[in-house]
């Protein structure tokens, strides 16, 4: 079994054949999806999918080129359905910054203080973060060893050098992608050896980031087993005990 641990299914790109998709990624072996709350105005898609079918799941959160809709209150009576499993995805992202260092030093100051919210109603509702973090390594490290405390998480399409591994102390997890299949993705490659194995996810980030051979293609949750195949082939560890191991991984974060 595999669990897509992080795909917009409420992207409106699924709204004609969503049931051809979960049916494909079933028919591949992928058997739960969670999909990640990022902006509010979806949220209520996403609600209404997992209510529709029994094996998926989502998070409420705010992202970070969102954060300044960020508001608890809109977001509350979704954090205690039953099949909300996590608070994000959230978190730092430098890339798309404004021009002027007034701008910028308001954008960062903004995101921090909306990412340290949602770390700590993550942690009064004893809930995993889903975590985004975009060339910027060091604040995320730093908010996150401060404030998140060991519930942990996942660190969502990792792609990062070997600073953030030692989260994996407290309790934070490696979401592995369509990424890892690209052939400039040197860095990952390195450091995917390094993370250990009690530690790794599996997920799409579909309709983004589609692993060869099918990018420019829209991501779905059955590409999964490519990024499997990647992993395997990378760490020397058989295609089942991939399966094996990260499904076990990811009910025991999520408490699926």
Same mark, same amino acid.
């Given at each position: ?8 299914? +409420? !992207? ?24 990640p709350?990022? !902006?509010?105005?979806?949220? &209520? ?19 970070p080129?969102?954060a ?9 009576? $979704? ?8 608070i ?6 430098? /890339? ?9 030093v ?10 340290? !919210?949602?770390?700590e109603?993550?942690?009064?509702? +004893?809930?995993? %973060? ?6 910027? #390594? ?5 908010? %996150?060893?401060k404030?998140?405390?060991d ?6 399409? /990792? ?11 407290? #309790? ?6 369509g ?12 450091? $995917? &050896? =390094?993370?250990?194995? +009690?530690?790794?996810l599996?997920e *799409? !980030?579909?309709?983004?980031?589609? &692993? ?5 293609? @829209?991501?779905? &949750?059955? /590409? *999964? ?8 082939? %990378?760490?020397?560890?058989? @295609? =089942?005990?991939?399966? =094996?191991?990260? *499904?076990?991984?990811?009910?025991? %974060?999520?408490?699926?």
């Amino acid at each position: 079994m595999i669990i897509d641990t992080h795909c917009h299914l +409420d !992207d409106e790109r699924y709204n004609k054949d969503l049931d051809i998709v979960l049916a494909n990624a079933k028919s591949k072996g992928v058997e739960k999806f969670i999909i990640p709350g990022a !902006d509010p105005k979806s949220l &209520p898609r996403a609600v209404e999918i997992a209510e529709k079918y029994d094996d998926v799941y989502f998070a409420v959160g705010v992202h970070p080129y969102d954060a300044a809709e960020y508001d608890r209150a809109v977001l509350e009576p $979704y954090v205690h359905h039953p099949k909300c499993v996590a608070i994000g995805e959230c978190g730092l992202d430098y /890339y798309r910054l404004p021009e002027s260092e007034e701008e910028i030093v308001a954008e960062k100051k903004l995101q921090k203080e909306v990412f340290i !919210d949602q770390i700590e109603w993550a942690k009064e509702l +004893d809930k995993p %973060l889903i975590v985004h973090i975009r060339e910027a #390594n060091a604040d995320s490290l730093e908010l %996150l060893e401060k404030y998140a405390g060991d519930r942990g998480g996942v660190l969502h399409c /990792y792609n990062a050098d070997e600073q953030l591994l030692k989260l994996a102390k407290n #309790n934070f997890y490696y979401g592995i992608g369509g990424v890892l299949t690209f052939k400039n993705a040197r860095k990952l490659i390195n450091v $995917y &050896p =390094k993370i250990p194995t +009690d530690r790794l996810l599996i997920e *799409t !980030d579909a309709p983004y980031l589609t &692993p060869h051979p099918h990018r420019g293609e @829209r991501n779905e &949750p059955s /590409y *999964t087993t490519l990024v499997a195949d990647k992993m395997s082939e %990378l760490s020397g560890i058989s @295609r =089942k005990e991939i399966e =094996k191991l990260t *499904t076990d991984n990811s009910l025991r %974060l999520f408490s699926l």
